[in-house]
């Protein structure tokens, strides 16, 4: 089975352009998490959902970013506009819902915004 | 402070040697992940526990609950094994929290 699916892999866009990315979750997991990484440092959370609803958007910067998982499968992050500090590697993951489930992370789309 | 602190945060070793990397975190959780990032790649699970060890070829993990830490321990380093190491945790909120990672360079 494919693991954890996003795309494009890597984009690079003009700033105040809008952008977005794409995430396949593993089949029948629950819990779809996107998450940015800034060079030389660990993910940060931007979204959770459980199914269709986002249930810790919490650090998502909501002026500029948008995120919808419709049908509780597939999700897709937008930025517009997108400025030079958004620049980052974006990433998906997914579990099933638990406490002690493991997460599948996706191979990340890097955002240059230039 | 970071919820999740991982040390250290850059290290060389030379091919052979065994090699440790450390966790932190501050509060209880409900499981721990190892992970492994190639530049340029995804993050790859190596790893998830809420107590005792686990093995998978050279690769050792240890967590103690009680102290709230946890380690990755390489044996026999190769280069191949050069990558960013990340220590992520769940809280019972299910919230998964990653620490800044080790980046590890082993040189033949």
């Known amino acids: 089975e494919a693991g954890v699916v996003q795309s494009p892999r890597y984009k690079i866009i003009e700033k105040k352009q809008p952008v977005a990315f794409w995430c396949n979750p593993i089949?029948?997991?629950?819990?779809l998490y996107w998450y940015r990484q800034n060079l030389g440092q660990g993910p940060e959370l931007l979204i959770r959902?459980?199914?269709?609803?986002?249930?810790?958007d919490s650090q998502l910067p909501k002026d500029r970013f948008s995120a919808e998982r419709l049908k509780g499968v597939d999700s897709t992050l937008k930025i517009q506009p997108a400025e030079l500090g958004d620049s980052a590697v974006y990433l998906c993951?997914?579990?099933?819902?638990?406490?002690?489930?493991?997460?599948?992370f996706g191979q990340g789309t890097r955002l240059t915004v230039v | 402070k970071n919820e999740v602190e991982q040390s250290p945060q850059n290290l060389t070793a030379q091919e052979g040697e065994f090699i440790t990397i450390n966790c932190s975190y501050s509060?209880?959780?409900?499981?721990l992940h190892w992970l492994q990032q190639h530049p340029g790649g995804g993050i790859v699970s190596l790893f998830m526990?809420?107590?005792g060890k686990k093995k998978h070829g050279r690769l050792i993990a240890t967590i103690n609950i009680q102290e709230k830490h946890s380690s990755l321990h390489i044996t026999a380093s190769h280069p191949r094994d050069s990558a960013v190491y990340i220590c992520?945790?769940?809280?019972?909120?299910?919230?998964?929290?990653f620490g800044t990672g080790t980046r590890l360079q082993v040189f033949p």
């Open positions: 993951a997914s579990s099933f819902t638990g406490a002690n489930t493991e997460a599948f």
């Open positions: 089949s029948g997991h629950n819990t």
């Open positions: 959902y459980e199914n269709e609803e986002a249930v810790d």
């Open positions: 509060v209880g959780i409900s499981a």
């Open positions: 526990l809420s107590s």
């Open positions: 992520a945790v769940r809280f019972n909120t299910d919230k998964l929290i």
